[in-house]
């Protein structure tokens, strides 16, 4: 996949605390060492994970990453998502410099644009188009935000898109223009009924930064959606590649299954699951029915404590090892034709250039 | 260490569980409350995440938005479990304090529910945190229906935002009758009766998360309650051995000896797997050392809970629960 130049996108998602991150920068590592022109786009790096890629600032600006191995001619530069920033991008791109600082100056647009509620998912597409429209990398490897469903990476610009877009929002600024004739009256009758309740609940405030917001907004109706649009169907362009992310857990892996689902359902290309920090049991050992009679036997004697730790320690791994077995085949079995790349248990975290190499070369082999 | 009869939380009437992705908090939250039921008090289980976690959890049908019973605690008592959603949340707040009926579901349609719930900023958060502090406070005949709340609360990236309903909402309805609501709730979430507890691995990832959430609590005035270290692993080797361990230096003779006492082969293959095995083992626990350490030094209450094997069941839970409850935490 690395390898294959029709390539270009590699959007890394999964539930949260699985790895998404590490995998991402991982995968673009080893692209980048393998000659291709690499940018990676994470969202919420961990403090020392960001450190060794060089990331220190929140500017939205790819900066290459040193100490990468350049010599077969790639290169990787990395950036972390400022939202704020990038909302604020849109906003000036599509409207006059006036209406810009009217936007960016309203509160509730300040609300909107800072929030987490599916503007991270929809400024990550955004950024992604972006890149891929600059054309100046040959791969481009997106992590995705840390949602409360790893499938809000897909219906959260959507379902913002569509708002910011929505007849909701044209109510509010016009309800004259709302839709055809016939719904007119009904339209103002509720357009009455939703300014009183709002006002009611909200205060007469919340309502009038709506409305002004959404008035300035007006010469970019369309926008949105369209964006939103144009970059999930970049999504399911066969240059795309998805890699799902997960743990041996039930949870993470019900997640992927989710997500896998859905992928298909939508037409979108998946790559393969990466099933991470999985206990391995090691070849040629003693096995762990022979290994818990071996500590029964053990147990009542005073001697051979050192051999009857041991013989625990490498119990429990086996223990692990088969539950993680059992789930990863629980996994393949509903989805026979996922490719499953495991990347066994480490004892630390990664943080340096070292380690991500080490994971690319795990998830490769 | 604390005393066995000593109890941390007397009263904490809404515990808040949170933790980073993977540490188990769902489960910790579940056996929280099966320790503060025990003896015949009745707790609620809340969750906000529209996951059906604890519905996966007590092995029971997905939870509607109303409180079922769970599970009975040891030597009585009673745990509730509720699966709120925010959509449902609005229109019941809707209707509670507005007495819409019919307009409401107008609303519904036009989309204002869904802007409220899934777009508005903070607003979905409000209302998820707005009706947990409804259960919280609500009473029967002059009591509490509920001794205590808890609450499989977001994770720790988000979880100030979560509970900060005030600041959530000030950008965006600075009077009005939601304002009020977001100050009543955020009231009793900055008062001692809530704890925020925090679940983490003795990992680098979870605990640094743990720290920062446990630093950003205190600064919105949020208070923090334990840390609950979860999957603890046992104590297999003397210190001397893990010493040894750590640099491959095991005695083989030992081992040998060993393994044919108890009965096993004691080939060549099988000693050295056991001592590479040992130098990672030896490698976690001087890690996990490290991370305890830091955790200590955030100056909570510290709760163990062990690694459960066979993975969690209701027998676990009541395991995990007792453990929680012989560690002070109820």
Redesign the interface.
Known sequence: MLGDPRIRIVVTCGSGGVGKTTTAAALAVRAAEQGRRTVVLTIDPARRLANSMGLTELDNTPREVNGVDVSAGGRLDAMMLDMKRTFDEVVESHATPERARQILANPFYQALSSSFAGTQEYMAMEKLGQLRQRDDWDLIVVDTPPSRSALDFLDAPERLGSFLDGRLIRLLSAPARAGGRAYLRVFSVGMSMLTSVATRILGGELLRDVQTFVSALDTMFGGFRERADETYALLKRPETAFVVVAIPQPDALREASYFVERLEADGMPLSGLVLNRVHASGAGGISEDETRAGVERLASRREHRLTAGLLRIHAERLTLAGQDQRLAERFTAAHPLVPVARVPALAGDIHDLAGLRHMGQLLID | MVSMDERHWEGVRLHVVTG????GKTTVAAALALALAAGGRKVLLVEV???Q?LA?LFDVPPLPYDERKLAVAPSGGDVYGLAVDAHAAMNEY?EMY?H?GR?GR??DR???I??AT?????L?DVLLTGKTYEVARRTAGGHPVYDAVVLDA??T??IT?FLNVTAAVS?????????RHARLTMDLIRSPQTAVHVVTLL????V?ETLDSIDDLRNAAIPVGAVVVNQV??Q???NR?LLAARKAR??RD??R???A?????ATD??VE??V???A??A??VD?EAEQRALIDKAGRPVYQLPRV?A?IDLTALYELAEALAGQGAA
Do not use: C, W
């Open positions: 980073k992705g993977g540490t995440e529209e996951r976690g996966q809707l507005y819409l307009a107008v609303l036009m989309g204002v869904d802007f899934t777009i508005a900023p903070g979905r977001p994770p990236g988000r935002r950008s965006l309805a600075r009077v009005g009758p939601v304002n990992e680098e990832m979870p640094q692993r046992e297999y080797l003397t051995d095991l005695d030992t081992i000896t060993g393994l006492a108890a009965g096993l082969p293959t099988a797997q056991l590479i095995e040992a990672e083992h490698e976690r890690l094997a993975g």
